[in-house]
Structures are given as structure tokens and as C-alpha cells.
């Protein structure tokens, strides 16, 4: 996988969701996902570029890593995953989620977890429809985070 295709659409979706003055370090992205260890991975979606058909052009990604439930077992999470809203309906995502998912049964997983932000009606119906289950209305899981800073408050604390 190319470090400035996984930039490039990560880029695209922090814009896409108005996220534009969220900084992504291409060195984070180097470190933590090309290294000896990856914590990540990626498929990356690319067609024949109609304007240079010899190359291939990048229309979409998913980034995943595995994580472990203690009441399900391994999982596979789905951080990110993402189309060009040009090349949606031509089965690409489609054909990304059955990728992620011949991925997650090969690795033993259980189950395949990932947020979708409330505002994204569309990708909700896509994904229900698919068979998933919305966690926070079935089970009323809230999705909590502590940033850098509250991390270093408590790691400082006796």
C-alpha cells in the first residue's frame, strides 16, 4: 500500500466531514502502519485512470486493525472506510466490505465493529440493511474518548 494514497483519501474524508482542521501526520501514518509492528492496515480501492489508463487511480479505503472483546472474542475494527463520492453505486464498497470481511473470518474473528457518525443517514441504511446492528440502540453502548491531554492528567495523578 502507498503512504500518499492512504494520506491522500484520508485527507478527502476529514474534508468530507467538515473535520478539515483535524492535522494528519503523514509520520504517524509511516510509523504506525509501515513499521516492523503495523497497528493498522489498509485495502485500498483503485481503478484504470480514464485520463492515463496505464496507471491506477485510488476511489476509496478501508483502514482496520483487530482488537479483542472480552464477551465476543477477536474482532476486526473498522477505523475508517471510505469512496469518492464520485465512484459510489458502482459496487466498490460493496466489494471492500466483502474483502474486510473474508479478511476478518480467514483471522478468526468474531464479529467486525465501527462507528458511522449520527448525520450519516445514508451509510446507516446501507450498513442495516447489510444486517448490522446499531449497538447503541440495541445494547445503549456510549462511545467515550480521552484526548492526549485528560491522558496525561491521569497518568500524572497518585
Not at 485527507?11 to 501526520?25: D, K, P, V
Not at 478501508?62 to 469518492?84: C, H, N, Q, R, S
Not at 445503549?140 to 497518568?155: I, S, V, Y
Request: proline share 3%; with cysteine; aromatic share 14%.
Amino acid at each position: 500500500m502507498d503512504i500518499s494514497n492512504t494520506q491522500l483519501l484520508a485527507t478527502t474524508i476529514l474534508q468530507s466531514a467538515s473535520l478539515s482542521s483535524t492535522t494528519l501526520y503523514s509520520t504517524y501514518l509511516l510509523r504506525d502502519g509501515f513499521g516492523d509492528n503495523p497497528l493498522f492496515y489498509c485495502l485500498i480501492a483503485e481503478i484504470h485512470d480514464p485520463q492515463k489508463p496505464s496507471e491506477k487511480l485510488a476511489v476509496g479505503f478501508a483502514m482496520y486493525y483487530f482488537t479483542y472483546d472480552p464477551w465476543v472474542g477477536k474482532l476486526l475494527y473498522l477505523e475508517d472506510f471510505y469512496i469518492i463520492q464520485a465512484y459510489r453505486g458502482l459496487g466498490i464498497g460493496a466489494e471492500m466490505l466483502r474483502r474486510i470481511s473474508q479478511i476478518a473470518i480467514r483471522t478468526n474473528c468474531n464479529c467486525m465493529h465501527f462507528l458511522v457518525v449520527i448525520w450519516n443517514q445514508a451509510s446507516i441504511k446501507y450498513y442495516t440493511r447489510r444486517g448490522a446492528l446499531d449497538l447503541s440502540s440495541e445494547e445503549g453502548w456510549h462511545l467515550f474518548r480521552f484526548n492526549r491531554e485528560e491522558l496525561m492528567d491521569m497518568a500524572r495523578e497518585e
